[in-house]
């Protein structure tokens, strides 16, 4: 088995080149054909105690459905990562692996680890072209209602979870169709929407009832939730509060936060304008401020609205930026130029109220700052002027106090997240759980399905022991 | 479902008043909220301030005026038709209280935003006021029920036709001029409600107006529906709609509701060559 690991290499992921896919929408990654999943399976020395299941937030059994691929039972395969993971298609795609389960796979030490993410696509996306995805057998009805706010990995899984325990599950979504950040935020070249669209109607067929266009804070308020008849209640609204840098000329057109911008085009599908109704601008000379994954969203949504020029403007520099390498090194080869330690610090416009130009100031870096990095400060004199006419601001969210200001019994955190026990999620109220963004600040897809995951469990005992 | 249940047109068909079935919205909204809608799966997310409820009923009011390619495209609705997706209450109610005497100004269809307002200052026992306006006689709208739901109504057209020959804001300035007045509410088209702060503001008489900024979720989420108002950003949809007209600045208002001129120029020319192709058939 060891030697067999040596021999084959980590198999790579075709995709779709560069000057192609700057021009289109599709996936950039096009996946494995199974005779290369299979081959990449058998690299998996089949661990008795899998470092990787250690590091997957919601501990799949990797050696296992790995195992079936190497067997040709692709069937098998899915079944068994369908036991702890509802969404195998959006996490093969999204997850961060380099820092979860692959970082731990033993390969790795020496030379490449397993591609799991990889592998875990294959199946799921096998599954959906075959066109049979088996439902799972359901435990007998409980009589208890959940309620679920939010439709997004934390919600999804929550209700995944706990239909399959019985209850009978309602998801509340503000928006018309579920999925938050899955559907509205990560553009369909890198998730495919059909594939979500594949993931919450399998939650549907299992019986779970989505509730869209409902915004709880306004249309109900949770209490009123419990007034209906809800024993338990799961809030997972995510971190909806575009940050703006609060500088001159914010409000001039062609400044968007990075929300408005993916929302325009992924929820609203205005790349597709005038088919669809949404409209968005079609700049020739995108800025693009800050660097995590949704500024590189944004910069290649740009690229592929046709502008002849995309940058990335960032006030630290390349080791600081919080994006997956992957999303780097694609945008990097789609064209999208790095302008680091750079700090806008104006918006200039015409006399229409149209983006022209942007000021900005070099930095170096000097001390350490609150979060262990460099802190970036300005040169003194080194202003300069960039012209753009389109500007994404992509700084980061915060927590939006829509529903939390309706319900002061949420015991909230100085930054306004509701504060959540660490292994359960259970909230300041009585029969309230809270998981994913909305309690941690924006993190990742696998992270608020961890959390979903938890506080099922928790509201599983509640549900049949008490608070 | 959320089915027509009646359409009604009014000022030469450039208006239009359905009544909706949304049971669980009816309940639930008041005076001064919103509800974002949804015509069809390409349809764009848009924002109409509820002109009626009837929580017994389980219906809302929706009036609107056709503008562009979406309020062009939901006048193809009739009755027995049904909007995909509507959402709502959105925003802040307007705060009703005993104040005395308001007057409430509408223009265009303002005055459809204007009318449940209007009525609910009138019934929490204040003496209400109103003046509603447009530019001809044929353009007014809920003359009737503007009347019934103020203690005094006035009518105005720029051109005459109707009531006072001139603007809302000359009625307004007699009416200040005579008497006391403790709230001003004006809703309409920006420089309507723009003239109407800046001559309350010279009276020192507090003065409240709907801003109508272009939004996208109605929650807070995105941004795009931000406003000056004292020199601070706040968002339309949540913060407001309503905000205190002293404060506002109308003309970064106009300017950011300029932002997809093209674009909406284009969806209606295709709008209006797909129906002119279809009819010719
Ligand atoms: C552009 C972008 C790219 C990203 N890329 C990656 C990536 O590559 N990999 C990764 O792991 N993570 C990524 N993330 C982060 C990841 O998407 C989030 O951490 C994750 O989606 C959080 O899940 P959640 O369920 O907590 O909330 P969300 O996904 O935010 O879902 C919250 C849902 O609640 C709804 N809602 C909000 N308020 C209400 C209300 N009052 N009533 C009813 N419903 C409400 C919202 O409409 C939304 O649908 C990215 C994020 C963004 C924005
Ligand atoms: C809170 C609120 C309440 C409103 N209430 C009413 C009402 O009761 N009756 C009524 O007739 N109109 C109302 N409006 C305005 C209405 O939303 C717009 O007229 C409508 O969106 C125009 O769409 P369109 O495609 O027909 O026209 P378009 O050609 O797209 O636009 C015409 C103009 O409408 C504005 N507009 C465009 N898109 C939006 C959008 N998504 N949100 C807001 N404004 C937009 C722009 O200024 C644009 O120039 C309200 C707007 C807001 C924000
Ligand atoms: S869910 Fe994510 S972390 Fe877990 S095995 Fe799959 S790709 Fe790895
Ligand atoms: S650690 Fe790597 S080799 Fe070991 S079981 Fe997990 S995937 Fe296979
Ligand atoms: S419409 Fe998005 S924040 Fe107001």
């Not at chain 1, 019985?166 to 503000?174: D, I, R």
Request: charged letters at 20%; aromatic letters at 6%.
């Amino acid at each position: 088995m060891t030697e067999k690991a040596q021999k084959v290499s980590r198999q790579p992921m075709p995709e779709q080149a560069p000057e192609i896919r700057r021009n289109n929408f599709l996936e950039v990654p096009l996946g494995y054909p199974p005779q290369t999943a299979q081959l990449e399976a058998s690299r998996c020395i089949q661990c008795k105690n899998p470092a990787c299941v250690k590091g997957c937030p919601v501990g799949i059994d990797i050696p296992g459905f790995i195992n079936f691929i190497s067997q040709g039972d692709f069937a098998g395969g899915i079944a068994k990562i369908k036991e702890t993971n509802a969404l195998p298609a959006v996490c093969g795609r999204v997850c961060p692996q380099e820092a979860q389960c692959e970082g731990q796979c033993v390969l790795g030490k020496k030379g490449d680890p397993v591609a799991i993410g990889r592998l875990e696509r294959f199946l799921a996306d096998w599954e959906r072209n075959e066109g049979v995805v088996k439902l799972p057998q359901k435990a007998p009805s409980t009589g208890k209602k959940v309620a679920v706010v939010g439709a997004g990995p934390a919600g999804l899984t929550v209700a995944g979870d706990l239909i399959l325990k019985g209850h009978e599950v309602t998801v509340f979504e503000a928006f018309h169709k579920p999925g938050g950040v899955l559907l509205y935020g990560i553009p369909e070249f890198r998730l495919p929407k059909e594939i979500l669209f594949a993931e919450t109607n399998y939650l549907e067929r299992l019986g779970v009832r989505f509730e869209c266009n409902f915004v709880v804070g306004k249309l109900a308020s949770l209490q009123e939730l419990f007034e209906e008849g809800y024993d338990a209640i799961f809030v997972a609204v995510g971190a909806g509060l575009p940050t703006f840098l609060k500088v001159p000329g914010e409000n001039l057109i062609g400044v968007y936060s990075a929300n408005e911008y993916l929302t325009r085009s992924n929820l609203m599908k205005a790349y597709l304008f005038p088919q669809y109704d949404t409209p968005l601008i079609r700049a020739k000379n995108v800025v693009v401020i800050g660097a995590g994954n949704v500024a590189m969203d944004s910069a290649r949504t740009a690229m592929r609205m046709g502008a002849d020029s995309v940058k990335i403007v960032y006030r630290r520099s390349r080791e600081e930026m919080p994006a997956r390498v992957e999303e780097i090194h694609h945008a990097e080869e789609e064209g999208v130029q790095m302008f680091l330690l750079t700090n806008p610090v104006r918006f200039i416009g015409n006399d229409k109220g149209h983006l022209t130009a942007m000021e900005c100031l070099q930095m170096e870096l000097g001390e350490p700052d609150a979060s262990g990095r460099r802190r970036p400060v300005p040169i003194k004199g080194s202003e300069f002027v960039m012209e753009t006419d389109m500007a994404v601001i992509s700084v980061g969210a915060g927590a939006n106090p829509l529903l939390t200001s309706t319900t002061p019994e949420l015991a909230l955190n100085k930054w306004g997240y509701i504060i959540g026990q660490p292994d359960t999620g259970k909230t300041s109220m009585r029969g309230v759980w809270a998981g994913g963004d909305i309690v941690t600040g924006m993190a990742t897809v696998i992270q608020a399905m961890g959390a979903g995951r938890q506080a099922a469990n928790s509201m599983q005992e509640y549900l049949t022991l008490g608070w | 479902m959320f089915t027509i249940l009646s359409k009604r047109e009014m000022a030469q068909g450039t208006v239009v008043e359905n009544v909706i079935s949304a049971p669980r919205i009816a309940k639930k909204a008041l005076p001064g909220q919103f509800v974002i809608l949804r015509v069809n799966e390409t349809g764009e997310r848009i924002p109409l301030t509820m002109a009626d409820t009837d929580p017994e009923k389980g219906t809302i009011t929706i009036i609107y005026q056709v503008v562009g390619k979406s309020t062009a495209l939901m006048k193809t609705l009739g009755v027995g038709d049904s909007f995909l997706d509507i959402a709502g209450p959105l925003g802040k109610p307007t705060h009703i209280e005993k104040v005395g005497t308001v007057v409430c100004v509408g223009g265009g269809t303002g005055v459809a935003v204007l009318h449940p307002i209007t009525r609910a200052f009138k019934e929490a026992g204040n003496k209400v006021i109103s003046i509603c306006g447009s530019r001809t006689k044929d353009l007014l709208i809920l003359e009737e029920e503007m009347a019934e739901a103020s203690t005094e109504c006035n009518i105005c057209t720029d051109d005459g036709t109707c009531g006072y020959h001139g603007f809302g804001t000359d009625l307004l300035k007699g009416i200040l001029d005579s008497e006391k007045v403790d709230l001003v509410v004006g809703i309409g088209p920006v420089p309507m409600m723009k003239a109407v702060a800046n001559l309350t503001r010279k009276y020192g008489v507090k003065t409240l107006v709907s801003l109508n900024a272009i939004m996208l979720d109605g929650t807070g989420m995105c941004g795009c529906c931000r406003v000056s108002v004292g020199g601070k950003t706040q968002f339309a949809c949540v913060d407001g709609p309503e905000f205190d007209g002293h404060a506002v600045d109308f003309d970064e208002l106009v300017m950011r509701l300029n932002s997809y001129v093209p674009q909406e120029h284009e969806s209606m020319n295709l709008f209006e060559h797909k129906c002119s192709c279809a009819s010719a058939k």
